[in-house]
């Protein structure tokens, strides 16, 4: 399956600490996104890297997409308590048919 | 930014009742829906895809007649999970992509689903 792993699975970090979550996945894509869930909710989508692009930011989000290795990282710089959550990975079908499958997973918890 | 609803947020029925969840999308038309399924602590499974007056297209391993997918408007698609049984006890969760966004999935928050 096309499904990407993430590690760690599950990663404890001290408030004001940054967070590192990396995702490989198999195929080739059109693009990666970061989503993130809290614990029994839907997911919120965090940021989209292209396959043309290398990195990306968001506020305190940083994206990074090697295609060669077939490899993503997020970090979140400088995390609070509210990050805790889980982090997912998704790439695109290459059909191209909008069609997303969803890595493993990292749970993050923030310590206050 | 866009919102999807999605209810019931929880549900619990007995075994051989069928199940209907509703996903709307409240402030934009929804080109596409899907629908997942997620156990504790792992990732979602990708269940079905469904394009608006059209059959849903449902992954391998998921069974049609089981779990109903009705993508009746651009706003609206229903999951009916088909004489419940305790396995199919989850996490379900919807997402839909609209016209502009294309990309960007919007996801509703959910409906955990036990079958006694």
């Known amino acids: 399956s096309q499904q990407g792993e993430e590690d760690p699975q599950a990663l404890s970090i001290q408030e004001g600490e940054n967070a590192t979550m990396n995702c490989s996945y198999k195929?080739?894509?059109?693009?990666l996104q970061w989503y993130r869930q809290n614990s029994g909710r839907g997911l919120v989508h965090l940021i989209l890297i292209r396959s043309n692009e290398r990195e990306k930011h968001s506020g305190r989000l940083r994206v990074t997409l090697d295609t060669s290795k077939k490899s993503s990282s997020l970090l979140i710089t400088a995390s609070r308590a509210a990050d805790t959550a889980s982090y997912f990975c998704a790439t695109d079908s290459p059909s191209g048919t909008y069609k997303y499958i969803f890595g493993t997973g990292t749970r993050l918890k923030v310590l206050a | 930014g866009a919102v999807v609803s999605q209810h019931p947020s929880r549900v619990i029925c007995k075994s051989g009742t069928s199940v209907k969840i509703e996903c709307r999308s409240l402030d934009f038309q929804a080109t596409t829906m899907f629908w997942y399924r997620q156990f504790p602590k792992k990732s979602l499974m990708l269940m079905a895809t469904s394009n608006e007056g059209s059959k849903a297209t449902y992954e391998q391993g998921v069974e049609k007649d089981k779990f109903l997918i009705n993508h009746a408007s651009l706003t609206l698609s229903t999951l009916t999970v088909t004489s419940a049984h305790p396995e199919d006890s989850s996490f379900y969760i919807c997402?839909?992509?609209?016209?502009?966004?294309?990309?960007?999935?919007?996801f509703g928050s959910g409906t955990q689903l036990s079958v006694l």
């Open positions: 195929t080739s894509i059109n693009n």
């Open positions: 997402s839909a992509t609209d016209r502009e966004g294309g990309e960007k999935l919007f």
